[in-house]
């Protein structure tokens, strides 16, 4: 079930009205989220629902013998093992075995061996990536004891396929959202109206930018041998926003949604297209899988501390994860490559984290370092969105080729992108001058007038309904 | 509070539930049963494109009335003759034009949901199809039945000009029209099919005459989907019939000039195929 469809349209609110109906009871409160969240989930197909409940059980069963082993560290490691591996080879067996499959029989093949190999033919279940690393999450949290495992399973069941969250994240910790549904809860009025704010803007990026852009993108990528460099240029600046809208739109969503039951999900995005570096753009995006890494695979690699050796290696296997993360395909990986070397030199130099705080803070306008250092990050960052968005690594350096040639001082075909540069235009209006807030609409401090601020919703909701493009599924939906 | 953020939600919403409501209604109340030609002694009517718009002229062309608009889909063709099939039907017979580019027109030519006052008389299935391909930036123009009296748009208009020779310079290098056929335009002209046989009018096809049109289209897959679905209607195929430059507006339509020559064609033919379909059938 997609959020912008007319059937989350109607679950919405009879999900609403049947879960605070039932807040006497936090037990059955749970018990209803976990029905609603497999109703949703099995939306798309049910042979999902085997899946994450195979996943879930066997996380939750692993707390359990984590706890009952309590004393024997060895025994613990052996379990956490067991359950980590189990997680990372069913995540593998979806989603990389015919990757490495076909590599591995290339290699053979460039050898002079003819393999005869199996290759599976399995749908890629929706959100495994997500639900896998936030069970993931649970038993290494339960290993370093930073947070108790949960006897209840309702509530562990909730957690890792809770709705909002469930298909494109934010990848939920254990030590956040597992709390929350182990406590009562009761109806915020203003966290919900705010959660509102969040949704309106969230439909706003996903159906009036992320659409509209997704239009030219696919004609501009699909044709690409026989355009110019400034229309690749455009191209690659649609995809950019599309990206963008289409992600944090759905986060958004996904946080505003979460916010109406009285939970918290943690921000996944905070303005990146701001950003004065690019050690800047990455505490910015994507932040819940980022910090994933950080916290599981970076520190206990020994992080930042170590010689200059250990650091660059530490670095490039989190970028490359994070690359693999979003598929099998050399695309993804090259991408991840592709940032890791821009980000080694800031951590070496010990730049990394020289901008902490919100860019041109108590001014409108921007200086123009704030504004070059913005523009090399975005150009950075969009050259690597060409990678990420091309289906092959051939493709990639085509199209990055054919930009920066002598036809990028070329007027560009600009038809039919009227509606997405309006979309793009008001988009970073609006979050510029929001950029130090949650979201771009928490207005109702600044705007006290209520009049004024239902005008605004107003618009919005009228220019989702007049431009909003042609429904195209969520990118992330694929990871 | 749960009660307060509910409410302000329905208060919310009302407006934009409420709109549509108020459109609907203004087409309910606005939207006639039928409509008639205003000559109800002509026999003959044309429907279409700015191709039979420019290229025939009903003073020539005896007996018939040119009720073409430019850039009218099939969609609405098939409103204007259901309108006019409603009530008393006056005319026999329909010259309807199909061309490489009315059946390939689609989502990038915005004539296909064209907006005039035809759009008061879609019924609500129709207006269902048309609200499906409708941009919706285009969605403040359904409130127009509120101030225009619905009516048939359509007739001759004869251009003055030749610009053929700055129609060819721009089409250079640009790609052949590649007449994918575009679903919705091929279901209203199905409809139409039916709706003729139905009310018992003998139902043409014309393809009027273009300027090197199979430079500009793909005429191979045109005639392909005229003979896949439209093998018994008879087609009046004058698109390739060869006239002097001077007769051209553009490479896509007749001028006033070449109007009143394929008129004169027209009115010969048509006549002369009519008695010959007359004896076959005595025959």
């Known amino acids: ?479 | 509070m749960i009660c307060k953020f509910i409410r302000k939600g329905i208060v919310f919403i009302l407006p934009l539930t409420i709109l549509p409501a108020i459109i609907g209604l203004g087409y309910y109340l606005h939207r006639p049963d039928s409509l008639s030609l205003p000559d109800a002694s002509r026999k003959i009517l044309i429907l279409g494109d700015s191709h039979t718009e420019c290229g025939i002229n009903d003073s020539l062309f005896s007996n018939s009335f040119n009720f073409s608009e430019s850039s009218e889909s099939y969609l609405f063709c098939y409103a204007k003759l259901q309108m006019l099939t409603s009530g008393q039907k006056t005319f026999d017979t329909l010259l309807l034009s199909v061309n490489p580019r009315s059946l390939s027109a689609g989502t990038h030519i915005p004539g296909v949901y064209k907006f005039n006052s035809t759009l008061c008389l879609l019924d609500w299935s129709t207006l269902q199809d048309y609200l499906d391909e409708m941009p919706l930036y285009m969605a403040g123009r359904l409130l127009r039945p509120f101030w225009q009296e619905p009516c048939l748009e359509g007739g001759f208009l004869g251009l003055p000009d030749c610009k053929l020779a700055k129609d060819i310079a721009s089409r250079q290098g640009k790609d052949k029209n590649s007449c994918i056929t575009y679903p919705l335009q091929l279901t209203y002209l199905q409809k139409i099919v039916r709706l003729c046989e139905e009310k018992n009018i003998r139902l043409y096809f014309v393809n009027v005459p273009m300027y090197n049109a199979g430079h500009y289209f793909n005429m191979d897959n045109f005639y392909q989907c005229i003979d896949t679905n439209f093998r018994e209607i008879p087609f009046l195929d004058y698109g390739d019939m060869l006239l002097p430059d001077s007769c051209f507006m553009d490479a896509g339509h007749l001028n006033r000039r070449g109007a009143e020559i394929f008129s004169r064609i027209l009115e010969r033919d048509f006549h002369e195929k009519r008695e010959m379909m007359a004896d076959n059938s005595l025959k």
């Open chain 1, 1 to 479: 079930m997609l959020f912008n469809s007319i059937e989350f349209l109607f679950f919405l609110p009879l999900v609403f009205c049947c879960y605070w109906m039932l807040s006497g009871s936090r037990q059955w409160q749970n018990l209803f989220v976990v029905a609603a969240s497999y109703l949703f989930y099995g939306w798309w197909d049910l042979r999902f629902l085997l899946l994450i409940a195979f996943t879930s059980f066997c996380s939750y069963w692993s707390g359990i013998l984590l706890q009952k082993n309590d004393g024997n560290r060895r025994v613990q490691k052996w379990i956490s093992a067991g359950n980590i591996s189990l997680n990372l080879f069913i995540l593998g067996l979806f989603k990389y075995f015919n990757f490495f499959s076909e590599n591995l029989a290339a290699l053979f093949r460039s050898l002079g061996y003819e393999p005869d190999w199996v290759m599976l033919d399995v749908l890629l279940p929706v959100g495994i990536s997500f639900y896998t690393f936030q069970a993931l999450s649970y038993t290494i949290d339960v290993y370093q004891k930073r947070i108790s495992p949960t006897c209840d399973i309702v509530t562990f069941f909730a957690y890792i396929s809770f709705f909002p969250q469930l298909v494109a994240g934010p990848i939920e910790r254990a030590t956040n959202l597992l709390p929350q549904f182990a406590k009562s809860r009761s109806f915020d009025y203003g966290k919900a109206m705010d959660g509102m704010r969040q949704i309106l803007w969230g439909f706003f990026k996903k159906v009036v930018v992320a659409d509209n852009c997704a239009v030219a993108v696919t004609v501009i990528f699909n044709h690409y041998t026989h355009e110019s460099g400034s229309t690749l240029l455009l191209g690659a600046v649609l995809f950019t926003f599309q990206i963008y809208g289409d992600f944090s739109g759905y986060s958004d969503i996904a946080i505003g949604t979460a916010r109406l039951f009285g939970i918290d999900l943690m921000k996944n995005f905070h303005f990146p297209y701001f950003s004065r570096d690019i050690a800047e753009f990455w505490r910015r995006w994507h932040i819940s899988l980022n910090t994933w890494f950080r916290d599981y695979v970076y520190i206990p690699l020994g992080g930042s501390r170590g010689k200059k050796g250990m650091v660059f290696r530490n670095t490039m296997v989190i970028f490359l994860l994070s690359g693999l993360w979003h598929g099998a395909n050399w695309t993804f990986i090259v991408w991840g490559a592709y940032h890791a070397f821009l980000f080694l030199p800031l951590l070496l130099l010990g730049k990394n984290r020289k901008y902490q705080d919100t860019v041109a803070r108590g001014r409108f306008w921007p200086n123009g370092k704030e504004v070059l250092q913005m523009g090399v990050t975005f150009g950075l960052v969009m050259t690597g969105w060409v990678i990420f968005r091309a289906e092959n690594m051939t493709q990639a350096i085509a199209y990055l080729r054919r930009m920066f040639s002598a036809s990028l001082f070329s007027w560009p075909h600009w038809e039919g992108c009227g509606i997405a540069a309006g979309g793009i235009l008001i988009l970073l209006l609006v979050e510029w001058i929001q950029r130090d807030k949650e979201h771009a609409l928490a207005i109702d401090r600044q705007i006290r007038s209520q009049g004024v601020r239902w005008s605004i919703y107003y618009v919005l909701v009228l220019l989702i309904l007049m431009f909003g493009g042609e429904s195209v599924d969520f990118i992330y939906f694929q990871f």
